[in-house]
């Protein structure tokens, strides 16, 4: 499975009201190479489990709209009849749909306002998850209701509202986070448990979808499962969020920042087996090398070459990339076609293999021009040969064009 979605925090806050006037996705990107995917979940074992406020995006907001909750949420002024929720709410944060105006049948019900019977047409927040195992997905709902009129959702999926996942209701457990799985009904308007729930019908990634059908209404966690005698207790099972592997980070060239392209010493040079001395490959450092244990091996050149394919000439900057070594400063030379272009000295260092770059500016290379690096294994004595592997070995990685 890949990374197959990434939003940085999308929570929406009190700093800025009038921020959206139209229907559009408000997503407040916190650009860093860090990138967040904590709206992002997976089933894991037939079960997903979302901390609400943690949404992708929020549309329809312009007449209500879903707020983020937590210790450090500032006073507002909107509409609000109840207190904050935090103590009790999984992970210290909740959301919930201001401006509240309705919260008892004495108070105006206005459709499309503070109260909307259908599904996706106000305060619709995305949940983007994967899933392993279709099937049926029960559907549990954690709210704090404190009046009749502020304890109703609707879920969809995929930007469809089924009939079977619409109309989540509270009516027991007051004053208190509650879970609920029960649909209202015409028959039974607090419903029954396990009477809410969406059919995903494919693997993969899907979208689930809150939206609101009372204003007030406070969420802290929703969790889909496929187990119908799953029942959530207290805080509900750990949010399954997608949390990906780490990225592989460069171990080579890395204080090279602007190039055309990179030549690996080991895995684009051709070793020049006529030379006077033979490279071999430190696998380990990505480097060609020379065994300077073997004395005919000292105080001569090594040689790899590069044919240059390329079907047009281009001007670069070439850029030797060779490792200092504390028991020695090699010396580079780079060739083309035979003719020298450049010679180097590592220096003297008390890192071992950090990196050093050379860099010879303005090269002209045409097509099937050979690039040759050449490196000598000089010693400078200064660590004791011991165990005869303190020599220095010509170490380099490659070269990059720039």
């Keep these: 499975m890949g990374a197959w979605f990434a939003c940085a925090s999308c929570s929406l806050f009190y700093t800025y009201p009038n921020i959206m006037k139209t229907p559009l996705l408000f997503c407040l990107s916190l650009l860093s190479p860090a990138v967040s995917f904590s709206q992002g979940y997976l089933e894991k074992d037939g079960l997903i489990s979302i901390e609400a406020e943690d949404f992708a995006s929020q549309t329809q907001a312009d007449l209500r709209r879903w707020f983020r909750f937590d210790a450090s949420t500032p006073p507002h002024s909107y509409a609000?009849?109840?207190?904050?929720?935090?103590?009790?709410?999984?992970?210290g944060a909740y959301i919930e749909i201001l401006p509240d105006t309705r919260t008892n049948h004495d108070e105006p019900l206005i459709k499309g306002v503070n109260f909307s019977p259908e599904p996706g047409q106000m305060c619709v927040l995305t949940y983007p998850i994967w899933v392993d195992q279709p099937g049926r997905y029960y559907i549990w709902g954690r709210a704090f209701s404190t009046g009749p009129e502020d304890n109703g959702a609707h879920f969809g999926l995929d930007g469809a509202w089924p009939e079977s996942s619409r109309r989540l209701q509270f009516c027991q457990g007051?004053?208190?986070?509650?879970?609920?799985?029960?649909?209202r009904r015409p028959e039974n308007h607090c419903g029954t448990p396990l009477t809410l729930w969406v059919d995903i019908a494919e693997a993969g990634q899907h979208t689930l979808m809150l939206s609101m059908r009372e204003d007030g209404i406070e969420l802290d966690k929703i969790v889909l499962s496929r187990d119908e005698s799953f029942r959530p207790e207290g805080v509900g099972p750990e949010a399954t969020r997608y949390e990906p592997a780490p990225l592989?980070?460069?171990?080579?060239?890395?204080?090279?920042?602007?190039?055309?392209?990179?030549?690996?010493?080991?895995?684009?040079?051709?070793i020049d087996s006529s030379a006077?001395?033979?490279?071999?490959?430190?696998?380990?450092?990505?480097?060609?090398?020379?065994?300077?244990?073997?004395?005919?091996?000292?105080?001569?050149?090594?040689?790899?070459?590069?044919v240059f394919s390329r079907k047009k000439a281009q001007t670069v900057d070439l850029a030797l990339v060779t490792l200092?070594?504390?028991?020695?400063?090699?010396?580079?030379?780079?060739?083309?076609?035979?003719?020298?272009?450049?010679?180097?000295?590592?220096?003297?260092?008390s890192e071992d293999y950090k990196e050093v770059t050379f860099t010879i500016p303005q090269v002209t290379l045409n097509p099937g021009d050979v690039v040759s690096v050449e490196s000598n294994a000089v010693?400078?004595?200064?660590?004791?040969?011991?165990?005869?592997?303190?020599?220095?070995?010509?170490?380099?990685?490659?070269?990059?064009?720039?």
């Excluded at 060239?253 to 990179?262: A, E, G, M, P």
């Design 80 to 91: 609000d009849a109840d207190d904050v929720h935090v103590e009790g709410a999984s992970g």
């Design 174 to 183: 007051k004053e208190q986070w509650t879970w609920s799985s029960a649909q």
């Design 248 to 270: 592989p980070e460069r171990t080579r060239f890395v204080d090279i920042k602007n190039y055309r392209y990179l030549w690996h010493a080991t895995e684009d040079f051709e």
């Design 276 to 306: 006077a001395v033979p490279y071999y490959l430190h696998q380990q450092k990505g480097a060609l090398a020379i065994d300077a244990t073997k004395l005919e091996y000292r105080n001569k050149f090594a040689r790899a070459s590069k």
């Design 324 to 349: 200092a070594e504390t028991d020695g400063e090699s010396e580079y030379r780079v060739l083309i076609n035979d003719k020298l272009i450049g010679s180097f000295k590592n220096p003297e260092t």
């Design 379 to 402: 010693t400078n004595g200064k660590i004791p040969e011991g165990d005869g592997t303190a020599f220095a070995r010509g170490r380099w990685i490659g070269l990059a064009l720039q």
